[in-house]
T-cell receptor
Framework: NAGVTQTPKFQVLKTGQSMTLQCAQD?????MSWYRQDPGMGLRLIHY???????DQGEVPNGYNVSRSTTEDFPLRLLSAAPSQTSVYFC????????????FGPGTRLTVL | AQKVTQAQTEISVVEKEDVTLDCVYE???????LFWYKQPPSGELVFLIR??????QNEISGRYSWNFQKSTSSFNFTITASQVVDSAVYFC???????????????FGKGTKLSVIP
């Protein structure tokens, strides 16, 4: 198993550009989440999904869109990037039988100029 | 509301010293889970331990040990005989059930940066 994979690993955007951060897992986990990590802030939840076709907002959802068309994939979209979205983004997944335990991807470091 | 406090922002120790990382949490739930994650300089998050609210037994894994005390809402992490490879940011996290399935969401502390000096 590859576990949770994220692409790209690094990305630089200009203000106003759009992009999609990819997240995939091959563990057949029902639940997936996106977090952002900022210096001195720990990780904060952006959006999460409990299954294909079902998503919900977390603590800091503004400026981000998500969709879940398959169990394996959970992309995070930035429609119009802003410097405040410069951060490290982590995707995580968990199985419904142990939904409290999340497995994290390696992260994507995003810089918005 | 959940809250996790890691009061120590940065700690420096000399190699082979013992070090304890503090974690205090707040929750109204009786069922919850506590975690510790390690984030080395390479940036990935490494799962260290999961503890549920009904199991107050302390745990030891090699040089790592965890002290869970519900009476003080603390879940402290001790590294014995620290090594340079232990240098990392350590996060404590709390998870409690929300309103429905899949609603276990982690609330992280702000992390403690541990530097082990050779």
């Amino acid at each position: 198993n590859a576990g949770v994979t994220q692409t790209p690993k690094f990305q630089v955007l200009k203000t106003g550009q759009s992009m999609t951060l990819q997240c995939a897992q091959d563990m057949n986990h029902e639940y997936m989440s996106w977090y952002r990590q900022d210096p001195g802030m720990g990780l904060r939840l952006i959006h999460y999904s409990v299954g294909a076709g079902i998503t919900d907002q977390g603590e800091v959802p503004n400026g981000y869109n998500v969709s879940r068309s398959t169990t394996e994939d959970f992309p995070l979209r930035l429609l119009s990037a802003a410097p405040s979205q410069t951060s490290v983004y982590f995707c995580a997944s968990s199985h419904r039988d142990q939904e409290d335990t999340q497995y994290f991807g390696p992260g994507t470091r995003l810089t918005v100029l | 509301a959940q809250k996790v406090t890691q009061a120590q922002t940065e700690i420096s120790v000399v190699e082979k010293e013992d070090v304890t990382l503090d974690c205090v949490y707040e929750t109204r739930d009786t069922t919850y889970y506590l975690f510790w994650y390690k984030q080395p300089p390479s940036g990935e998050l490494v799962f260290l331990i999961r503890r549920n609210s009904f199991d107050e037994q302390n745990e030891i894994s090699g040089r790592y040990s965890w002290n869970f005390q519900k009476s003080t809402s603390s879940f402290n992490f001790t590294i014995t005989a620290s090594q340079v490879v232990d240098s990392a940011v350590y996060f404590c996290a709390l998870s409690e059930r929300g309103s429905g399935a899949g609603s276990y969401q982690l609330t992280f502390g702000k992390g403690t940066k541990l530097s082990v000096i050779p």
